[in-house]
């Protein structure tokens, strides 16, 4: 069965260090999302991503956050200067489409100390 | 803005009793409703979703959710559980059947299955 795959399971970096996550969605798939989970919390939606670009994001993706999808098959996100409250589990989706299921990935689980 | 809630942070139920996970969303339009399960180390699963017709839905594993637009709710239920079935439940919201538009959710319900 396909699968949206997430590497690496878990990151730890330093404060004001920069970060990529990095994603494989489904690859028939053509939407892509980000989601994030803070410890104890909900799951919240960052942005999402068709057709090479940003289609929607949250108030919580600012200028600290940028996506990419540099080849193809991968789809990143960065975080350009990491904060203690970027701690969180960081979870990538794809869907084929409208009406269609969201796939997702087992998810990162960013520390920063 | 659209809003989920779930009410129950944890839940227990014995082996072979019923389930119900309650689920109450705000949301202006007709709402595209979803449940996921996260298993320990896992990602999320979808286990039934929600768009239009019939409000009785089935999803995989033996789940059902019945989505009454007059309590705003959609619970999900099953008739008889399994050890197998603990995990972490998501309802969850969307605006556009799960297109560019991204999903609200709740905080979740942790299932603990008794034996």
């Known amino acids: 069965e396909p699968e949206v795959t997430q590497t690496p399971s878990h990151q730890v970096t330093q404060m004001g260090q920069e970060v990529i996550l990095r994603c494989v969605p489904i690859?028939?798939?053509?939407?892509f999302y980000w989601y994030r989970q803070i410890l104890g919390q909900k799951v919240e939606f960052l942005v999402s991503?068709?057709?090479?670009?940003?289609?929607?994001k949250s108030e919580i993706f600012d200028d600290q956050f940028s996506v990419e999808r540099p080849d193809g098959s991968n789809f990143t996100l960065k975080i350009r200067s990491t904060k203690l409250e970027d701690s969180a589990m960081y979870f990538c989706?794809?869907?084929?489409?409208?009406?269609?299921?969201?796939?997702f990935g087992q998810g990162t689980r960013l520390t920063v100390v | 803005a659209q809003s989920v809630t779930q009410p129950d942070i944890h839940i227990t139920v014995s082996e072979g009793a019923s389930l119900e996970l309650r689920c109450n969303y705000s949301?202006?339009?007709?709402?595209?409703l979803f449940w996921y399960v996260q298993s320990p180390g896992q990602g999320l699963q979808l286990l039934l979703k929600?768009?239009?017709?019939?409000?009785l839905v089935q999803g995989i594993k033996g789940f059902e959710a019945e989505f009454k637009r007059s309590q705003s709710s959609f619970n999900l239920r099953k008739p008889s559980v399994h050890w197998s079935d603990a995990a972490e439940y998501f309802c969850?919201?969307?605006?556009?059947?799960?297109?560019?538009?991204?999903?609200?959710f709740g905080k979740g319900t942790h299932l603990i299955i008794q034996p």
């Open positions: 969850a919201v969307g605006d556009g059947g799960g297109g560019a538009d991204g999903l609200t």
């Open positions: 989706a794809s869907n084929q489409g409208h009406f269609g299921e969201a796939f």
């Open positions: 929600y768009f239009s017709g019939d409000t």
């Open positions: 690859s028939n798939h053509l939407y």
């Open positions: 949301y202006g339009a007709t709402p595209y």
């Open positions: 991503f068709y057709n090479n670009e940003i289609s929607e």
